[in-house]
């Protein structure tokens, strides 16, 4: 099998691992310059999810986890993987009811991205959520969450600082904002977000 890829030609392909949650393959190519080469490619099963929940008070709830490629606890927005098969919405409902027990009764697609396109093919979608009714949280068996509100400004703080560092977290607040400060949300978050920060 030889298969041109843009400027790269993949000779081979091989499945180097797979479990439920990603697929590893490896990619015997010709290169760009015309030179022998490999490359690895991560595929995912799921799309991520990412949710930027507001309370009316410009709260957001944090989820605290320990993150095993990490080999520590980070604190970011509800997030998650969602089946590629499924509609991203109901994969944002899901995540955030487990994730920090709340419902919302108004939600708004406002981005994509590709995480990290130079090894996988993991897009995300992310969601703003309002007017939330708090429950109680129904995380998966290999779960264990930290919970805490804060305000949005004091995320936005905290993410210019370095104190939260993941990059999904990054780009959902970064982008709301942006967003909101443009008049491309819908009014309710948005109010929500310029109170914050302006």
Known sequence: MTKKHGPWTIDSVRTAYENPWITIRHHEVTRPDGKPGVYGLVNFANRAIGILPLF??????????????????????????????????????????????????????????????????????????WDLTQGEAAPEPDEVFQYKRVTLAELLADIHAGRVDDALTQLCVLTAITKARAGELPDVPSRIILDQVG
């Not at 320990?66 to 919405?89: H, N, Q, V």
């Not at 419902?103 to 406002?110: C, I, K, R, S």
């Open 56 to 129: 009316a008070d410009g709260t957001v709830p944090m989820v605290g986890q320990f993150r095993f490629p990490l080999g520590r606890d980070t604190w970011e927005i509800p997030e998650g993987g969602g089946p590629k098969a499924e509609d991203p919405l109901l994969s944002a409902q899901r995540e955030l009811k487990e994730e920090t027990g709340c419902t919302a009764g108004g939600w708004h697609e406002y981005g994509q991205s590709d995480l990290s396109n130079s090894v996988t093919d993991e897009r995300a979608h992310y969601f703003l959520a």
